[in-house]
């Protein structure tokens, strides 16, 4: 018989605990460690994903490659779980929401968008919405480090250099990431939300005429 630890995220909160496994026979046992705030959609799909995990009993071989079907007592299939594709934080982001000092998270001036780019060789740039920055960064799982940015360019007039002061200061808080989906958030050490990145949107490009 083997036995482990469980966790995840319902999308609306996270969740640990454990599980038995004996053959095809599997026992979950849950319990939710915190609220992400989600809307009453979000709510009950939650609520209908942790109750289809209640009634798991058992497992078998899905028919996609890697892929697991988890079966009830009368062997109906509950849940398809498929291999998770490997996410990172790379990409180009767009500042959707900034922790103010007060910690409470503010939205930037649409009219001036902020932007970070992370790249897979640990280069960090963007914009502060009012100056170009670069510098270096590193992971390692979840974890992130910002080293020290430098900016080009002349001071931000205000209203635009109290949020330029903030996306510096989350830069040099930062320790941890998470990626779910087209957002990226970057926070500190306790937890707390620092940055709040929504993926740029692909580039449409499309075949010009043969004259």
Do not use: H
């Amino acid at each position: 018989m083997g036995d482990g630890e469980l966790q995840g995220v319902t999308g609306c909160g996270r969740f640990v605990g454990g599980y038995g496994l004996e053959g095809e026979q599997l026992w979950l046992g849950l319990q939710p460690t915190g609220n992400l705030g989600c809307d009453e959609a979000g709510t009950l799909e939650a609520i209908g994903f942790s109750a289809a995990l209640d009634t798991v009993g058992s497992w078998r071989a899905g028919s996609e490659a890697g892929s697991q079907e988890l079966l009830d007592e009368l062997g109906a299939v509950r849940l398809v779980l498929v291999p998770e594709a490997e996410i990172d934080p790379t990409g180009e982001w767009f500042v959707e929401r900034y922790a103010r000092a007060n910690g409470k998270l503010a939205e930037p001036d649409p009219e001036v968008p902020m932007s970070v780019l992370l790249e897979a060789d640990g280069r960090v740039s963007g914009s502060t919405g009012c100056r170009l920055f670069e510098g270096q960064y590193q992971r390692e799982g979840e974890s992130i480090l910002i080293g020290a940015v430098e900016t080009v360019g002349l001071s931000c007039e205000q209203p635009q250099r109290r949020p330029e002061r903030r996306l510096l200061a989350a830069f040099a808080e930062a320790l941890q990431w998470q990626r779910e989906g087209e957002v990226l958030t970057l926070s500190d050490a306790f937890d707390q939300p620092l940055l709040v990145l929504r993926a740029a949107p692909a580039e449409v490009t499309t075949d010009e005429p043969t004259p």
